[in-house]
T-cell receptor
Framework: QKEVEQDPGPLSVPEGAIVSLNCTYSNSAFQYFMWYRQYSRKGPELLMYTYSSGNKEDGRFTAQVDKSSKYISLFIRDSQPSDSATYLC????????????FGSGTQLTVLP | GAGVSQSPSNKVTEKGKDVELRCDPISGHTALYWYRQRLGQGLEFLIY????????KSGLPSDRFSAERTGESVSTLTIQRTQQEDSAVYLC?????????????????FGEGSRLTVL
């Protein structure tokens, strides 16, 4: 079993839809949770960062962490074609980027 | 430059040949990472450099893989006697070294990658 599981998709939604992307994990020591966005043929870029459980909102994006269920989510409201990308979750037990464990990524397409 | 720069962006080579990939990190970033991303898969950690400390080579898949970094500047990843399973995108990332609890802890700044195809 992988430490971090992520549905690879692909996921295709119409413009304006609410998108839910999810990861599950097995290591209860993970405390730092991130979502990276990767456009085609580009490197990943940090989108959201949360520490421990709870919600964090940034514009149309909301990151949610449920440590009791070992489950994290990224919600995208009013999705736009420009949101079309691969979304990778990442997590670590320490504050060091060295210990980051990445999910395999979910490919999202938002249709105009 | 403003971001992490990698070269070449694309490399096609024949099985058995050696390849060298280059990464130029963001100025002032003391930490540098190499990852491998196979098609449809997540990022696989390869090697980590932090300042003048001994590199963490625990992710290198075989002794055909090696990497060097001079000080806090350019790094090169070398793959000797390439095999078809080495075909992947090789991503370099850099970061500021922060203690746990610092803002943006864990943020990596990635280059666009070097896409390697071994025929």
């Amino acid at each position: 079993q992988k430490e971090v599981e992520q549905d690879p998709g692909p996921l295709s939604v119409p413009e304006g839809a609410i998108v839910s992307l999810n990861c599950t994990y097995s290591n209860s020591a993970f405390q730092y949770f991130m979502w990276y966005r990767q456009y085609s043929r580009k490197g990943p870029e940090l989108l959201m960062y949360t520490y421990s459980s709870g919600n964090k909102e940034d514009g149309r994006f909301t990151a949610q962490v449920d440590k009791s269920s070992k489950y994290i989510s990224l919600f995208i409201r009013d999705s736009q074609p420009s949101d079309s990308a691969t979304y990778l979750c990442a997590m670590s037990y320490s504050g060091s980027a060295r210990q980051l464990t990445f999910g395999s990524g979910t490919q999202l397409t938002v249709l105009p | 430059g403003a971001g992490v720069s990698q070269s070449p962006s694309n490399k096609v080579t024949e099985k058995g040949k050696d390849v060298e990939l280059r990464c130029d990190p963001i100025s002032g970033h003391t930490a540098l990472y190499w990852y491998r991303q196979r098609l449809g898969q997540g990022l696989e950690f390869l090697i980590y450099f932090q300042g003048n400390s001994a590199p963490d080579k625990s992710g290198l898949p075989s002794d055909r893989f090696s990497a060097e970094r001079t000080g806090e500047s350019v790094s090169t990843l070398t793959i000797q006697r390439t095999q078809q399973e080495d075909s992947a995108v090789y991503l370099c990332a850099s970061s500021v070294y922060l203690l746990a609890g610092g803002a943006n802890t864990g943020e990596l700044f990635f280059g666009e990658g070097s896409r390697l195809t071994v025929l």
